[in-house]
């Protein structure tokens, strides 16, 4: 992997706590390669405010892991500087950088009861007895499980097993934790549920976590920002919010959220919008996000954000016929299928009752659509979420 991104956040972004905005954690120039040929992460400059709630986002071997194992110290970087507090911690072991550290799979030492198993990295640290029953009793009452303190590990359900580890993880009050997946091997339920439990934790203790997942749903509920990674490096940085709404590429919209993706080539720009002539025909008014003219593209646009056209609605207006309908509850996705063979996801009210092969004319404002310069494996008449 060879491309190398860049990302620090603005210093009055909205979404990043106000107490510290001066790098708590700061990769700077950072680099890892396991080979000396090809990078794991290149050129990697972040910033962590303190008590922010930070994911890593992306897919496998897009370098999120590496990041993190470098932060905790189990790697160290082949290039730059990585400081915590303004201290560098490169040549640190991982026992000296008092880091909390959360696993997918769990960690817990079997032979040990829930109790010794939070108790474990206070006695390593020389900890009174006392006051480490004290503190073990305060840290299983913070994740409801006091009363299973003399069970063993393997007589836990899943999402009680990741309870003792956040506990253990958050025990010595450490001024960081680290998450990698955590919730990874929890069924879908259960993980929505500690998701909400895990950002509460945050909220009350104010401590700064740094959160490794795929799973871009997961990100979008806990974060307060994400750096969303590729190729090793951050290709965009910025709130939930900002990433859903205004991605910056094609790769980010396609990544986060689900997202109707349209190939074509620019026709003109004109100020910030530029007009799409659609492969196969049809036409599309878009957000311009760094095309030129007579260029090939990706527009990219939120399912959510394409309606049914009324007669003199303005915007832009596909024709199109009902190909079918996937009925969710609250809501239907209906795929409508362009003229020209590209089929669009629409959201609709649970009460449409479209059959297929009826036309329909699919609207949108241009400003919901967003045109990119076409990339390498995307485009075409796809409709996708990733990370679930």
Do not use: W
Request: some cysteine; charged content about 20%.
């Amino acid at each position: 992997m060879t491309a190398a991104a860049t990302a620090r956040p603005a210093g009055n972004s909205a979404s990043a706590p106000a107490a510290d905005l001066n790098g708590f954690v700061e990769f700077t120039d950072v680099e890892k390669s396991y080979d000396g040929r090809t990078f794991a992460v290149t050129r990697l400059n972040l910033s962590v405010a303190r008590g922010e709630f930070l994911t890593l986002l992306g897919p496998s071997g897009s370098g999120k892991t590496t990041t993190l194992n470098m932060l905790a110290g189990f790697e160290r970087p082949t290039r730059g500087v990585i400081t915590l507090e303004g201290r560098s911690v490169d040549r640190l072991p991982p026992y000296e950088r008092n880091i909390g550290m959360v696993f997918q799979n769990y960690a817990l030492f079997p032979h040990m009861t829930v109790e010794e198993n939070v108790a474990f990295p206070l006695s390593v640290r020389k900890i009174d007895k006392a006051d480490i029953t004290t503190r073990v009793g305060r840290a299983l009452d913070m994740v409801r499980l006091k009363q299973f303190g003399d069970r063993r590990p393997t007589q836990l359900s899943g999402g009680q097993q990741q309870r003792v580890a956040l506990a253990r993880a958050l025990v010595f009050e450490p001024s960081l934790v680290l998450m990698d997946e955590p919730l990874g091997a929890l069924d879908k339920k259960l993980r929505e549920h500690m998701q909400l439990e895990i950002k509460q934790l945050h909220t009350m203790l104010g401590v700064t976590i740094v959160y490794v997942t795929h799973d871009q749903s997961e990100a979008l509920t806990m974060s307060d920002r994400v750096a969303v990674f590729n190729n090793g490096g951050i290709a965009q940085l910025g709130s939930p919010d900002d990433l859903y709404n205004t991605p910056q590429s094609s790769f980010v919209a396609s990544f986060i959220g689900e997202n109707n993706t349209l190939a074509g080539k620019v026709e003109r720009v004109v100020g910030k919008e530029c007009r799409i002539v659609l492969d196969g025909g049809g036409a599309i008014t878009a957000l311009a996000i760094g095309v030129a003219e007579g260029a090939a593209c990706h527009v990219a646009i939120r399912p959510e954000r394409l309606g049914l056209a009324a007669a003199a609605q303005a915007g832009n207006r596909l024709a199109a016929t009902v190909d079918g309908r996937i009925y969710l509850g609250d809501h239907q996705r209906l795929l409508a299928r362009l003229e020209n063979g590209q089929v669009l996801t629409i959201k609709v009210g649970p009460e449409a009752t479209m059959a297929n092969g009826e036309p329909v004319m699919v609207s949108c404002a241009p400003g919901d659509c967003r045109a990119f310069p076409a990339d390498a494996g995307t485009g075409g008449s796809i409709s996708k979420t990733t990370g679930e």
